[in-house]
């Protein structure tokens, strides 16, 4: 019988998460933004906290106040089963169990996967700033883990989040950190617009950016797939 461990057939990458999945996935994520921007909550400032209140604030307004409250059409759960925040999931290789992406969605109709434990749409969020540039702290921190395979190895898509401050763009920034260090990166398409997004009051549009990655999946020997990269930038100030 040809099938994998828990009776899924044994097949990596999983199957694509369609762009209207993601869609409304950042609409919940701008929707939530724009809750912390216009009505703080008392004792959260968004221009002077630190990354990991940021990132928790934007997980329970997310959570709390727009999935499955009819704030975002399609963002609830007729889409999605769950949001995590730094959830562990094991690397492709399982050397560390202990990976922690920033938010993690749970998708429903998935019947035909073979790793249920890491079907979801990860997504790893950083501050860009002086202070945290694109190429060492965006790139380095951010992008690279989805490369490496600590994050979304089973999958062909993943988020990345920004929090950012005047002046910092995803054109020229992101497209100039990832040119200078273009073999770190492992880039095979630079930043471009997501023909679907629109940007809102406080956000971009959606970048996209593709990565060969440099790993074989242990389960079928095979190198792993290139990976695609959605970028929502989302302004701080």
């Known amino acids: 019988m040809a099938l994998g461990f828990y009776g899924g057939a044994r097949k990596l990458p999983h199957p694509p998460v369609s762009l209207s999945v993601f869609l409304v996935v950042e ?20 221009l002077t906290a630190v990354e990991d209140e940021v990132t928790h604030e934007l997980y329970q307004r997310l959570y709390d106040e727009v999935f499955n409250k009819n704030v975002v059409e399609g963002f609830d759960r007729q889409l999605l089963t769950d949001i995590t925040r730094e959830s562990k999931v ?11 992406p920033d938010l993690i969605f749970g998708l429903v109709d998935r019947p035909n996967v073979f790793r249920f434990s890491q079907d979801w749409i990860f997504v790893e969020c950083k501050p860009v700033d002086s202070s945290h540039s694109v190429g060492f702290y965006y790139c380095g921190k951010g992008i690279i883990r989805f490369i490496k395979g600590e994050y979304a190895w089973a999958m062909t898509s993943a988020l990345m989040v920004a929090y950012t ?14 040119q200078a260090s273009s073999t770190d990166m492992h880039t095979l398409d630079f930043p471009y617009q997501c023909r679907k997004s629109k940007a809102g009051p406080s956000s971009e549009v959606v970048h996209i950016t593709r990565h060969s990655r440099t790993f074989i999946y242990i389960e079928t020997k095979r190198p792993a797939e290139a990976i695609t990269i959605r970028h929502l930038w989302l302004k701080r100030d």
């Open 27 to 46: 609409n919940g994520i701008r929707a939530a933004w724009e809750l912390m921007r216009t009505d703080p909550r008392p004792g959260f400032d968004l």
């Open 90 to 100: 094991r690397n492709y290789d399982g050397t560390n169990l202990d990976k922690m």
């Open 165 to 178: 401050r005047t002046g910092y763009t995803v054109i020229p920034k992101l497209t100039n950190a990832l």
